[in-house]
């Protein structure tokens, strides 16, 4: 009986202590990356050329804030400007543009706060609010997936060491943003609000690659509200647009953005991580083999995605979105290797919905390829596709199972707790 008890006492400890360790050593990294990272821009606050210190892509959004505080829409996409607005953050300005902004006026105008400080504290606040996105993401996703509760710093701390959520993060891009959108959207459907979780998604305007298709995709899953939503949500962001830009912004910025697409794909291919830029990137732009057969591909994801969502149900919005964060990205015209940050979203619906023992693997093999992509200039493309096609096969693979078990995601769109 002693034995027993002893044992049982040992058990309890070392239960204690994991427990303890889970809740303390995510938070101590937390909290020596932030440090590293504002000792990094403090460092380059004296920096020659504070842009190629640190920032990554921010540059362009700095100098976008300054263009709009000075009112000069006119001009937003104008190269000459763009390189003004950025004039010394980089050693080389000679009337090129170091980082093309190519977003819509709307964003540009929320970067004006952003322009009224120093490029290193501005940078620093800039990073600290993708950062709390994704903190609030998890936060508001614990509902729908519940193992998230007591173990947020925990998911935290792994998603900020997946590279290309770091490189996201701490290269001054948004896709934080776009994954908080998107999980906020879902949280108001799972609450049904659905029509506001449908003005939610027309947030993601900015980002029309993303947009377009999850409305697209809603209506064929019999969505109505939210369709309505982001319908509603549309026209107040095109209306935002008109009132800093006029009425043809739509148009200009298309072109603007298209423009860049094609400037982008010649200089960055190799960071694609879609079937068409992809195979563009080793094949060249045109009509070869390849690349017809990642247009295919990409079709062929279209028809995929649709059909999911036309024979699924309320009760499979889990898979659903799981299956469509990297569906988007596979078939888009330009998606790059931080845009695969967001299938930590995937990652975190489908732990929930499995055993260690199932789960495990396939989280290894992804982050293995994530932390890859920094090799993408010596290997001339990027990890980022297989990735992907990886995390949606691991996606239907749990959507399947859990069909043939009799669906255990079908309770109000959550999942069971494992």
């Known amino acids: 009986m002693k034995t027993e008890i002893e044992t049982a006492d040992v058990d309890s400890v070392r239960a204690a202590s994991a427990s303890w360790r889970l809740r303390v050593y995510p938070v101590a990294v937390l909290l020596a990356l932030a440090f590293a990272l504002t000792l990094a821009a403090l460092m380059a606050a004296d920096a020659e050329a504070p842009g190629e210190e640190i920032g990554g892509d921010y540059p362009a959004f700095y100098g976008a804030g300054h263009i709009a505080a000075d009112g000069d829409w006119d001009a937003l996409y104008t190269l000459d400007r763009q390189a003004n607005a950025q004039r010394g953050l980089f050693s080389d300005q000679e009337g090129r543009v170091a980082r ?17 400080l120093d490029y290193h504290w501005s940078y620093l606040l800039h990073t600290a609010l993708m950062a709390l996105l994704l903190w609030g993401t998890l936060m508001i996703a614990r509902p729908m997936i519940p193992w998230l509760r007591g173990h947020v710093a925990l998911a935290m701390a792994a998603a900020i060491l997946f590279w290309p959520m770091w490189r996201t993060i701490t290269g001054g891009s948004n896709t934080a943003l776009t994954l908080f959108l998107i999980v906020a959207a879902w949280r108001l459907i799972y609450d049904d609000h659905d029509f506001a979780g449908g003005l939610v998604i027309a947030g993601l305007a900015y980002k029309p690659q993303f947009a377009l298709p999850l409305v697209g995709l809603f209506l064929l899953g019999r969505y109505w509200r939210v369709v309505a939503g982001g319908v509603v949500g549309s026209i107040v962001f095109y209306l935002w647009g008109a009132a800093l830009q006029g009425w043809a912004w739509g148009p200009e910025w298309v072109e603007a953005a298209s423009d860049f697409g094609v400037r982008d794909a010649e200089l960055n291919g190799h960071s694609s991580i879609s079937f068409i830029g992809f195979a563009e990137n080793l094949f060249g732009v045109g009509a070869s083999p390849p690349v017809v057969i990642a247009w295919a591909l990409a079709g062929a994801t279209v028809m995929f995605l649709s059909w999911f969502w036309w024979r699924g149900d309320r009760g499979d919005l889990p898979y659903l979105v799981a299956i469509t964060m990297p569906g988007i990205l596979l078939l888009s015209l330009h998606a790059m290797s ?54 949606v096969a691991w996606a239907w693979q749990g959507s399947w199972r859990s069909q043939l078990l009799g669906g255990q995601s079908r309770n109000e769109g959550s999942l069971v707790e494992s």
């Open 338 to 391: 931080h845009d695969g940050a967001i299938v930590v979203l995937t990652a975190a619906i489908l732990v929930g919905a499995s055993a260690r023992r199932d789960w495990a693997l396939w989280v290894i093999v992804i982050w293995v390829l994530g932390a890859s992509q920094m090799l993408i200039r010596t290997l001339g493309f990027s990890p980022g596709l297989p990735m992907l096609l990886i995390v």
């Open 100 to 116: 093309f902004f190519a977003y819509p006026p709307q964003v540009a105008s929320a970067y004006v706060p952003f322009a009224a």
